[in-house]
C-alpha cells in the first residue's frame, strides 16, 4: 500500500497520518501494489467490511453499514425520462447517510495508529457519523460546524454520542481550514474529513456494491457534490473494479451542486481551476461548500469518466425532494434529491442503469419540509370535522 498525488503524481510511504502531498500540498489517493490487487480475489460477508481485500486496515470498528437498500423506481423514472432508474439509498447506512462507510474505516485507522482524538469540520453528516463511530472506539471527538446551518437532526447526533463541538462563526470553508492546521500541530489528533484518503476507501464500496447488486455497472451515477470527497471515492472504486477485470466498462460520473454553492461546476465551464466561492448558500445545507478540497479529483473524475456536472435551484431540490418522496416513499435529505432535481431539468436520454446516491435520511432536516403542500388543517375532535376536511 502507498499514497499516491493526482496532481504532482509523487508516491509516497503507506502513512495514516499524511493527508496532502508534502510536495505539492493536493490531497493524496490509497494506492494498491499490483501484488495487493491480485490477491483481493474473495469478497466475503456483507457491507463495507465485505470488501476488506481493498480496504488500508483490518480490525473493523463497525456499526454494520454499507448494503443499503438499491431501489427500482420505476414511477419516478417515468417521470424523468429513465427507463432504469435506480435509487441507492444511503440514508439506511447506522447514522444515517453514505459518510458511515468512511468512517468505519477511518476511525478503525485512527484506533490502530494510537490517536487520543479524533476531529472534523462538518456540514452535519461526517460529524454525526464520526461522533457515533468515535463513541463505538472509545475515542474524543471534536467536530467544528459552521453556526446556525447545520440541520437539527444532525447536530443532536453529535451532542448525543458526546462529542465537543465548535460552532463557528463562519463558513464550513472556514471551519475545514481551522481543522487541518489543528490537526497539523496536534499529532495525537486524527483527522477524518474527506481530505484523509483512507477514509475515502470506505466511501468507495458504494460503487462496488453497485457492480454487484445490478450485475453489470450504472450507465451513470448522479450524485451530490460538496466537499468532493464522495465523487472522487466512487470513481475510484470503479476503476478498481474495472482493472480487476469485475466489470467491463465505466460508469459516466454526473455531480450536481446548488446554484449557490458550486464551484466545481464553474471551474469545468471555465479553465479547469478552482475559484472558490467565498459565501456559498443553500437550503442543501450538507452541500453549502465554497472551496471543496477535493476538487482537483472530481474534475478528473467527471472529465476521464466524460460525465458532467450541473446545478439546480433550491426550489428545484425541495421539490424533487417531495417528488421522490410521494412516487416511491423514500425521504431523502434536500442535498441527496439534487440529482433527482438535475434530471428532472436536464431530461437525459440514457438506456441503461442510471443510480442517483441518496446519500443522507430526510430525518436529519425535517425543518426542510415544513412548506411542501399538504393537505393540513387544526379541526375540532368530531367526525364531521374529518369528513369536511377529506372532502375538501
Ligand atoms: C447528505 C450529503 N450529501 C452530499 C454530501 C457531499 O459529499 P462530498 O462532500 O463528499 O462531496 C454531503 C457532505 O457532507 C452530505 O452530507
Ligand atoms: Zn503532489
Sequence with gaps: MLLRCPACEATHPHDPMLYACPRCGAPLEVGYSEEEMRRATAFEGRGVWRYRPLLPVDRAVTLGEGDTGLHVCERLGRELGIPRLYVKNEGENPTGSFKDR????????????????????STGNTSASMSAYAARAGLKALVLVPADKVAAGKLSQALVHGAVIAEIEGSFDDAMRLVTELAVCERSVYLLNSLNPYRLEGQKTLAFELCETLGEPPEAVVLPVGNAGNISALWKGFREFHSLGRIGRLPRMIGVQAEGAAPIVRALRGHGDLEPVPRPET????????????????????????????????????????LLARLEGLFVEPASAAPIAYLRRRRLEVPGPVVCVATGNGLKDPDAVLGVPVLRERIHPDLAAVRRLIGS
Design 102 to 121: 468512511g468512517m468505519t474505516v477511518g476511525i478503525a485507522l485512527a484506533a490502530a495508529v494510537g490517536a487520543r482524538a479524533v476531529a472534523c469540520a
Design 283 to 322: 437550503v442543501a445545507t450538507a452541500i453549502r461548500i465554497g472551496a471543496p478540497v477535493n476538487w482537483r479529483k472530481a474534475i478528473a473524475a467527471i472529465r476521464d469518466s466524460e460525465g458532467e456536472a450541473g446545478t439546480v435551484t433550491d426550489r428545484e431540490i425541495l421539490d424533487a425532494q417531495t
